[in-house]
């Protein structure tokens, strides 16, 4: 059995995995909830499966973090794509590499998040990008690790529910052709259709923060209904009330199937809007 194999074991053996991402900052600065990243890190949860940082973060947490017998395992993000900057209007798509598969592993990772980015208006930078995401990928795989495939539209805050379903099929179907060992997309208006186009196993993400926590709750609810392999959430699942209180209803909802509701009654999440601060 390949390295890379026992790291997909323990990632997904429990059943369907909850992941909290920490990386925003790559993109976004400091946000709420992450502006001290040491201090974000007592509001993770311990039962959650793995925590999606950047190279730097994952370098100043370590043991306090990942060093627990049993703790979540380290996903850490590699390359960096102008799509996700969305305060700066950056809509072109351009990827380049930002850490080397062997200084992620140097570091501690278990597993590795390469982005791609599709339909960007030139076909050579599809291309350039297709290429990025390839290399990235083998290299991750000659050294044993899990490579987590993350499709994300270009200029996602303009199109229609029915653009992204589309995108989404078509991309997360292509990073599983191009060998991502698990991927990280929007959960669609018809998830189904993407989830059964695509042998590899899909996490979805939690996106923009929710007014009631019990609405993120429903989400993950849905997404592990229309077939969901785990969900990542960031915003919601730290820019709670009580962080950990919401991820172990979090946990409750995706890896137990749970109802939502049962779960905010059994962990105390209130209905009402919460804005945060």
Not at 128 to 150: M, P
Request: aromatic share 8%; glycine share 12%; hydrophobic share 40%.
């Amino acid at each position: 059995m390949q390295a890379s194999s026992l790291r997909f074991s323990r990632l997904f053996g429990n059943g369907r995995p909850v992941v909290v991402a920490i990386d925003h900052g790559m993109f976004d600065g400091p946000i709420e909830g992450m502006e001290d990243i040491a201090g974000t890190a007592k509001h993770i949860c311990q039962d959650v499966d793995a925590v999606l940082v950047s190279p730097g973060v994952l370098g100043v947490l370590g043991p306090q973090t990942f060093g627990r017998r049993g703790g979540p395992l380290a996903i850490v993000r590699i390359n960096w794509g102008t799509v996700y900057c969305f305060s700066w209007n950056y809509t072109s798509g351009e990827t380049v590499e930002a850490y080397s598969v062997k200084d992620a592993l140097r570091l501690g990772a278990d597993a590795v998040l390469v982005s791609l980015s599709l339909r960007t208006g030139s076909e050579a930078r599809d291309a350039a990008n297709v290429a990025l995401f390839s290399r990235l990928c083998r290299e991750a795989h000659d050294y044993g690790l899990v490579v987590i495939g993350e499709y994300f539209p270009v200029d996602y805050p303009k199109l229609s529910a029915a653009e992204v379903h589309e995108e989404v099929k078509i991309g997360c179907r292509v990073l599983a052709e191009l060998g991502a060992d698990a991927i990280k997309s929007y959960h669609t208006e018809r998830f189904v259709e993407v989830r059964d186009g695509c042998p590899a196993p899909i996490l979805t993400l939690g996106g923009s923060k929710f007014p009631r926590e019990i609405d993120a709750l429903k989400l993950a609810e849905r997404q592990v209904r229309d077939g969901s392999a785990g969900v990542v959430f960031g915003r919601n699942a730290l820019q709670a009330r009580d962080p950990i209180a919401f991820q172990k209803a979090l946990i409750e909802v995706v890896r137990n199937g749970i109802g939502a509701e049962d779960a905010a009654g059994k962990h105390g999440i209130e209905m009402k809007e919460y804005h945060g601060g």
